[in-house]
Antibody, heavy 119, light 106 residues
Framework: QITLKESGPPLVKPTQTLTLTCTFS??????????VGWIRQPPGKALEWLAL???????RYSPSLKSRLTITKDTSKNQVVLTMTNMDPVDTATYYC???????????WGQGTMVTVSS | DIQMTQSPSSLSASVGDRVTITCRAS??????LNWYQQKPGKAPRLLIY???SLQSGVPSKFSGSGSGTDFTLTISSLQPEDFASYYC?????????FGQGTNLEI
């Protein structure tokens, strides 16, 4: 059974760096074909794809946020970490991590973690 | 970037109805199109991948079709639990953008 869970601070100040951790079980990022992605959703708005990391350490980013995002994996800990620099109130959102399946669809999602950016 | 446009943005229907939601890509994405359902306060749920393949555990009342730039999600015999938001997503090239969503209301 695959599960994922996001963790991180619920509140960050403008200009700070956000670090989110996705801790998962039921699969390994050392296995060929596996990937984990990050998606966010501002309150009342649509889903926004942020980044995706594959088993071979191939990393893909949203071009509009690429300068601010870094996605890394720790295979031994079964974790994926997303960092976002220079946080702004418009980055207030629920952040999800999800397991990538065939066709890069996200078949299993974490419960999400709400992050508010405010001074 | 490939832009995804869903229509309608909101849709009112009744229990028992059959509804169709449309998603259009700004360029051809072959069949790299996925559909998700999201209920308030919950994470999205994958319904359809590769335009028409039903995800395991999803009831057959959900069906998808299309290729290239135009895609549809059809939900038959609406039940109360189907009233939710629906999103399409292209995975042909990164960023794997989502559509703006369709809110299906009673």
């Amino acid at each position: 059974q695959i599960t994922l869970k996001e963790s991180g601070p619920p509140l960050v100040k403008p200009t700070q760096t956000l670090t989110l951790t996705c801790t998962f079980s039921g699969f390994s990022l050392a296995t060929s074909g596996v990937g984990v992605g990050w998606i966010r959703q501002p309150p009342g708005k649509a889903l926004e794809w942020l980044a995706l990391i594959y088993w071979n350490d191939d990393r893909r980013y949203s071009p509009s946020l690429k300068s601010r995002l870094t996605i890394t994996k720790d295979t031994s800990k079964n974790q994926v970490v997303l960092t976002m620099t220079n946080m702004d109130p418009v980055d207030t959102a629920t952040y999800y991590c999800a397991h990538r399946q065939i066709y890069d669809a996200f078949d299993i999602w974490g419960q999400g973690t709400m992050v508010t950016v405010s001074s | 970037d490939i832009q995804m446009t869903q229509s309608p943005s909101s849709l009112s229907a009744s229990v028992g109805d059959r509804v169709t939601i449309t998603c259009r890509a700004s360029q051809s994405i072959n069949n790299y199109l996925n559909w998700y359902q999201q209920k308030p306060g919950k994470a999205p749920r994958l319904l359809i991948y590769a335009a028409s393949s039903l995800q395991s555990g999803v009831p057959s009342k959900f069906s998808g079709s299309g290729s290239g730039t135009d895609f549809t999600l059809t939900i038959s015999s609406l039940q109360p639990e189907d009233f939710a938001s629906y999103y399409c997503q292209q995975t042909y090239s990164t960023p794997h953008n989502f559509g703006q969503g369709t809110n299906l209301e009673i």
